[in-house]
């Protein structure tokens, strides 16, 4: 069964300081897609970016970056000179080809960050 | 283009009651799923509606139900409530309903049930 860990429960940082969240994944399936959301305290959940499992491409937009690594099952996301604006719960979340489905994903518990000036 | 829109923000029911919530997706997405967001359990998913069908579910009781219109527009509605259904109540829509199609969600409906 598939299953999403992101063992960082919460971090403080303080503005301008860099910061990683983790997240591990487990599946059985060949052809997975990877996602990162950001949930600020209005509630919506925004999503921030995909990743094909059949590309391991490190992205960046901004200040954000994430690194896919297959081999550790690992897609962990990066905030540059962190902004109180990036202060939210982050989820990271699997969807399996083998579902047929968008909407069977599956979500980690969720990063809460908190950036202070 | 609008967002996904969900109605109302928040409710207050007693146990025992039945609630209704509302949600439209971004014009011309097809599917919609409902999620259900709790300290404890986190986000869960209970089920997806594409084209006025229900095509996915969850792991909840026949309490919870749904239904998707022609226009796309969903409802959820809760049944006989209960104190654990407090939560809050996320709409999502996709616009091809596929596994690598992002999920784009509302603000939620807070329900708390006393």
């Known amino acids: 069964a598939q299953k999403v860990t992101q063992a960082q429960t919460e971090i403080s940082v303080v503005e301008k300081e860099d910061v990683t969240l983790d997240c591990v994944y487990e599946?059985?399936?060949?052809?997975?897609?990877l996602f990162w959301y950001k949930q600020p305290p209005s509630g919506e959940l925004v999503f921030l970016i995909r990743?094909?499992?059949?590309?391991?491409q490190n992205e960046i937009s901004g200040r954000y970056s994430w690194n896919f690594q297959k081999s550790t099952s690992s897609f962990n996301f990066t905030i540059t000179a962190s902004q109180v604006v990036d202060s939210a719960v982050y989820f990271c979340?699997?969807?399996?080809?083998?579902?047929?489905?968008?909407?069977?994903?599956?979500f980690g518990t969720g990063t809460r960050l908190q950036v202070t000036l | 283009k609008a967002g996904v829109t969900q109605t109302p923000r928040y409710l207050i029911k007693t146990r025992g009651q039945q609630v209704t919530l509302s949600c439209s997706p971004i014009s011309g997405h097809r599917s919609v799923s409902w999620y259900q967001q709790t300290p404890g359990q986190g986000l869960q998913f209970l089920f997806e509606y594409f084209s006025e069908t229900q095509r996915n579910k969850g792991n909840f009781p026949g309490r919870f139900s749904g239904r998707q219109f022609s226009n796309s527009r969903s409802e959820m509605n809760v049944s006989t409530l209960e104190l654990g259904d407090s939560a809050l109540y996320l709409c999502?829509?996709?616009?091809?309903?596929?596994?690598?199609?992002?999920?784009?969600f509302g603000n939620g409906t807070r329900l708390t049930v006393t």
């Open positions: 990743r094909n499992s059949f590309d391991e």
């Open positions: 999502a829509s996709s616009l091809t309903g596929k596994p690598n199609s992002p999920l784009h």
């Open positions: 979340a699997l969807s399996e080809a083998n579902t047929g489905t968008a909407s069977k994903l599956t």
């Open positions: 599946t059985r399936d060949t052809t997975y897609y």
